[in-house]
């Protein structure tokens, strides 16, 4: 993961982004991937009113293909369906937009929030141009993350918006596209949001589990993580006849499926932030815990560094592979034995080698 820069004064105001919390915790929001017909958005945006659950109707209008062959969306027509939602239902309303003549028949039909999709947060020329066009304007906007795992990026959107004048924003977590395979669409690469709203303490993060999971079967677990992160909300794509969806049809879920995964949610109330006492015992444990691993780290480097003075004077060469093998492997056998998690194991001793090799090659030519 990139490193991002400190917050700047830009982005500072946006930690006390906290717009959100006049809505109801969690804020749901649904709808169909795409607006394909009058039909599909009457039929699902009127299930999804009788579940109770959803606070805003979503619906992609211009759809952004990997393929030209692809369905690209209905357009403006569908504008008029989705002010039809909000008249009838009451609905708040979203849509996604990418350029700003998007923005404009957005406004002009009356939709309440605009959101960013994954594909244009990466090209800043077309986030600053929707900025631009949104100067002046008192609309709230939902950022969702680039596809490439790029905090600066992500924060870099955000901060544009906010230049622009746009004071009630919300980031919405999508995962990532990256090279290893995962279970995931989109692998969620969770400690980036949790880095943002550590940076942005008050800015609202909703979290978007259609898109990370792809498929239905992931998308309880992915929202349930998320409240269990604090999210503010839950972005869930549904249509009426999920399988026959337009796209993404392997990960909508009908209304009634969108209602029994609320109703199963386990959701921590955002407000109790001040931990009871045996917490604070036990915070006080791992807070030793943690700093012993600092005083290891610190007398296994000293040892590196040492050893690396014997290495140059017997000609031994920095790294031997059986060496680094066996550290490898009973490492992660008393891990194993202890109920440590190996993969996580395998990722500290890798992050340590790197450093000690780093120590033992620093000062050669
Ligand atoms: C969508 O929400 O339908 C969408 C296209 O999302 P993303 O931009 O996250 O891919
Ligand atoms: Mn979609």
Redesign the pocket.
Known sequence: MKQPNQPGSDLNPLALNTWLTDFSHPLIISGP?SAESHDQVMKTSSALHDTGVVSVFRS?IW??RTRPSGFEGRGEEALKWIAEVKERYGFLTTV?VATPAHVEMCLKHGVDILWI???TSVNPFSVQELADTLRGVDIPVLV?NPVNPDLNLWIGVLERFFKAGITKIAAVH?GFTIFEKTPYRNAPLWEIPIELKRLFPGLPVLC?PS?IAGNRELIYDVAQKALLLDMNGLMI?THIDPSNAMT?AAQQLTPHQLAHLIENLDIPDPSAHTPCQEIEVLRSKIDDCDFRLINSLADRMELVKQIAVLKKECKFPVLQINRWNQILETRIKAAQLKGVNQEMTKKILELIHAESINLQTRDMP
């Open positions: 991937c992609g759809k952004p996604e999709g994954a594909r969702k999508r978007d898109h794509e993404d």
